[in-house]
């Protein structure tokens, strides 16, 4: 069982950065590939990036593509999600999310952090 919890988020300008992280925890975190998702108000959770155990591969939303930037760090078990020129329209509850090789896709699910940028 793999346990997930996000930090990281919170107020910034329209503009401006923000690193996410997702710490996880019981388990092999090479053996997972992780991923982040995002779910504004009164829409649905939609897929944001995901990387590969390895680091060696990512993938992004065409929504974010070249504004953030998905990457993880094996040694210290974590994920994280660098943010860049944000706009309003990133405004959502931010999710990790992780699957281990051969298992169910994004099985494990953290609790979420806010991030809300101000125009």
């Known amino acids: 069982q793999v346990q997930l919890v996000e930090s990281g988020g919170g107020l910034v300008q329209a503009g401006g950065s923000l690193r996410l992280s997702c710490a996880a925890s019981?388990?092999?975190?090479?053996?997972?590939?992780m991923g982040w998702f995002r779910q504004a108000p009164g829409k649905e959770r939609e897929f944001v990036a995901r990387?590969?155990?390895?680091?060696?591969?990512?993938f992004y939303a065409d929504s974010v593509k070249g504004r953030f930037t998905i990457s993880r760090d094996n040694a210290k078990d974590t994920v994280y999600l660098q943010m860049n020129s944000l706009t309003p329209g990133d405004t959502a509850v931010y999710y990790c999310a992780a699957d281990a090789i051969g298992g169910t896709l994004y099985e494990y699910w953290g609790q979420g952090t806010q991030v809300t940028v101000s125009s």
């Open positions: 990387i590969v155990g390895t680091g060696s591969r990512s």
């Open positions: 019981g388990g092999t975190f090479s053996n997972y590939a």
